[in-house]
């Protein structure tokens, strides 16, 4: 998928950011390539360079101006695929290029809500700490980050780990699912008893009325 037809320094940069090739990724720049270049999948060179966890390029890539959040058709982009490999160095290189933190996948999700699914315990730790993502973002499915971490994990150590990080940082454990249904019912569903006490001990004690 390419908008006009791709220059030999245009392959040559594409091909060079998924091989991870520092020195051919300098020439294809030099030799006047497009660093928004997109192959047959609408992938740029920083986006092939970010599913491939290719660090040193990315860097390079973003030095040079290559825009972090251009999305291809499947709408990841180089910010958003870091949510799905957990690569915490790539999450690193791509900040000073200006992610934007609410752009959403075809989930409609932001980048913290794949990674707790998939138990990426470091990564979420670094883009809560390290950005202000949305904990509590919402995605078309109606799941948070948390949500996501009980219904779509294994209830152990890692996705354990990830809902006390989230809750660490903020995330509202009673916000419920689009059936209304929150994360420690989920959790209690699935037998993940761990999980379900620290959701239940992070909820909010409500307030006696004291008879009013």
């Not at 390029?57 to 695929?81: F, R």
């Not at 000073?96 to 989930?107: A, D, K, T, V």
């Amino acid at each position: 998928m390419t908008d006009h037809p791709l220059s030999p320094a245009d392959r040559s940069l594409l091909d060079a950011a998924l091989d991870g090739d520092l020195h051919a990724t300098r020439a294809a720049l030099a030799a006047g390539a497009d660093i928004e270049a997109r192959d047959a999948e609408g992938r740029t060179p920083l986006l092939r360079a970010a599913f491939a966890d290719r660090v040193a390029v990315a860097q390079v890539l973003v030095e040079a101006g290559a825009d972090v959040n251009a999305q291809d058709p499947q709408l990841k982009s180089p910010w958003l695929v870091t949510g799905i490999t957990g690569s915490v160095p790539m999450m690193r290189v791509l900040l000073p290029g200006g992610p934007e933190l609410s752009r959403r996948n075809r989930y409609g999700g932001v980048s913290v809500i794949p990674a707790s699914e998939r138990g990426h315990v470091a990564y979420v730790r670094a883009v809560l700490t390290e950005t202000a993502i949305d904990v509590d973002h919402v995605n078309d499915l109606g799941w948070t980050a948390l949500l996501e971490a009980v219904l779509l994990g294994d209830g152990g150590p890692a996705h354990r780990e990830i809902v006390d990080i989230l809750l660490t940082h903020g995330a509202d454990p009673l916000l419920p699912d689009a059936d209304g249904v929150t994360a420690r019912a989920h959790a209690e569903r699935r037998g993940f008893r761990t999980i379900a006490e620290a959701l239940r001990a992070a909820e909010p004690t409500p307030r006696p009325d004291n008879g009013r």
